[in-house]
């Protein structure tokens, strides 16, 4: 499997969309792509749900990343959170980072929200000028 962009350097806003809308479309049964919002220049806030029937009461958690324009990292963690979270559905009987089989399986009843970029247009910014 190749290694995904956003784990070796920085995206742009448009390499985000299209890794968030790429997810949705491969894994629809347990990903959901929607947009919260506009920022101040038009950027869609994505945000991922990711675990089957996302409309079932269950615990789940909220990852929001790239608060502020220069926490340019925050988005690529939210990114491998959010592919971790997927592995978790689509590969269940992987290695996951070391956890044991019954903490993957526990993960796997948790619904995943994720905001990969809360600050598109700082972020821009930040990626095209410095």
């Excluded at 390499?15 to 220049?41: F, M, N, Y």
């Excluded at 929001?64 to 988005?75: F, I, Q, R, V």
Aim: charged fraction near 20%; include cysteine; aromatic fraction near 6%.
């Amino acid at each position: 499997m190749a290694v995904a962009a956003f784990r070796t350097r920085y995206l742009d806003y448009d390499e985000l969309t299209a890794q968030v809308r790429d997810w949705a479309a491969a894994h629809p049964g347990i990903v959901r792509l929607e947009s919260i919002g506009k920022s101040v220049a038009g950027r869609e806030l994505w945000l991922l749900t990711i675990g089957p029937d996302p409309e079932t009461a269950r615990p789940a958690v909220w990852i929001d990343g790239n608060m502020h324009a220069c926490e340019l990292c925050g988005s690529s963690a939210a990114l491998a959170i959010a592919e971790d979270a997927i592995r978790l559905h689509t590969h269940p009987h992987d290695e996951l980072h070391g956890l044991p089989a019954h903490v993957r399986e526990h993960l796997k009843g948790v619904l995943f929200h994720i905001l990969p970029r809360m600050s598109p247009d700082g972020a821009e910014s930040v990626l095209k000028s410095g």
